[in-house]
């Protein structure tokens, strides 16, 4: 099996750091890149071609709901994941074509793996 390429997207570097240990810590992922904004999000998937992206809500620029919309709006992009401090409920995220909304302080290698499984799973329903 082939690693998973994340790409992690935080303005903040504890966050950044943090999401990268939980990356290195999960069996069969890879962390390829980071971003600091939405903008270099966009950029960055160009430039990468991640498997998943690792999404803040609350970026500089556009935010990560509006990027992960960018993002989705071309075929065969990326699995999106958010994260925000914010509680679920707080976060306007639907129709953005993420996958999934992990709080931050829920995050670790289990949450991530199951995110990926979540995110295959509803891929291939929606081929078949």
Do not use: H
């Not at 935080?10 to 990356?23: G, I, K, L, N, T």
């Not at 270099?40 to 803040?56: C, F, G, H, Q």
């Not at 953005?96 to 291939?124: E, H, Q, V």
């Amino acid at each position: 099996m082939n690693e998973v390429r994340v790409l992690i997207v935080d303005d903040q570097e504890p966050f950044r750091r943090a999401m990268a240990a939980v990356v290195d810590a999960t069996d069969g992922f890879v962390v390829v890149g980071s971003a600091t904004t939405g903008e270099e999000s966009l950029t960055a998937v160009a430039e990468l071609a991640p498997d998943l992206v690792l999404m803040d809500v609350n970026l500089p620029g556009i935010d990560g709901i509006e990027a992960t919309r960018r993002l989705g709006a071309g075929r065969g992009g990326p699995v999106v994941v958010l994260l925000s401090t914010y509680d679920e409920d707080q976060v306007d995220a639907a129709g953005c074509g993420a996958t999934s909304y992990i709080p931050k302080a829920a995050f670790g290698p289990d949450r991530l793996a199951d995110a990926w499984a979540d995110a295959l799973g509803t891929r291939t329903a929606d081929q078949g």
